[in-house]
């Protein structure tokens, strides 16, 4: 619960620096500008707020691990979702308001994440997992996110490194194999996946494991 909520407050406050120019810089999203992202990050938000408020009393059905839908091949950009994400984040036209809008509902999610029982289960997706492990989900998520939002700003706050460490051990275990150790938690996440392609040193190291990345999580 302690470090989904530190990644989700160092996400709204590396959004939260940023320069009114940098909505227009391309993200680690292929495709969207940061704009677009930030405009996701809101969608996200209010994700998290409508699952924490749908109970339910059936066995969970996911896990942190389970919960994610895995493929083979990127995105093919026709997503529905995806394409009302960018209509929506042009939409606000100001960079300002879409800082507030997700200052608003981010700190709304925020705040119902901490009051929220661990142990109890929530349902999204038709499916059903604990309020623990949804939240694990979600520390993947932001986390991703958070290399996506700076990929094109070197000077910009990373991480927390706790968040990197969680993170790369859940990719692990969704993709059942460990990544080299001589990996940084970042590269492990960014080439496992796929936001950027392993150097030939680094497949070596991957060794089988490489045939099956990166993996496209959804």
């Known amino acids: 619960m302690d470090l989904f909520s530190r990644s989700w407050t160092a996400l709204r406050a590396a959004v939260a620096d940023l320069a009114d120019e940098d909505f ?54 026709d997503d529905p979702l995806d394409a009302l994400t960018v209509r929506l984040a042009a939409a606000y036209e100001e960079p300002h308001l879409l800082t507030f809008h997700l200052h608003d509902v981010g700190s709304a999610a925020g705040r119902a994440a901490r009051l929220a029982d661990p142990a109890g289960r929530v349902g999204t997706r038709d499916e059903v997992l604990t309020v623990e492990d949804y939240l694990s989900v979600y520390v993947l998520e932001w986390t991703l996110h958070h290399l996506d939002l700076i990929a094109y700003l070197p000077d910009a706050e990373q991480p927390p490194a706790e968040g990197l460490t969680r993170s790369r051990e859940l990719l692990e275990r969704i993709a059942g194999s460990a990544f080299p150790a001589s990996f ?9 996946t796929g936001r950027r392609a392993p150097t030939e040193a680094e497949r070596a190291e991957l060794g089988e494991p490489a045939a099956k990345l990166p993996l496209y999580l959804g």
């Open 24 to 77: 227009a810089r391309p993200s680690g999203c292929t495709g969207w500008l940061v704009r677009d992202l930030v405009c996701h990050l809101i969608i996200d938000a209010q994700d998290v707020l409508i699952t924490l408020a749908t109970p339910s009393d059936r066995e969970p059905t996911r896990d942190a691990v389970t919960y994610w839908e895995v493929a083979d091949t990127p995105p093919a950009g």
């Open 184 to 192: 940084t938690d970042r590269d492990a996440l960014l080439v496992g």
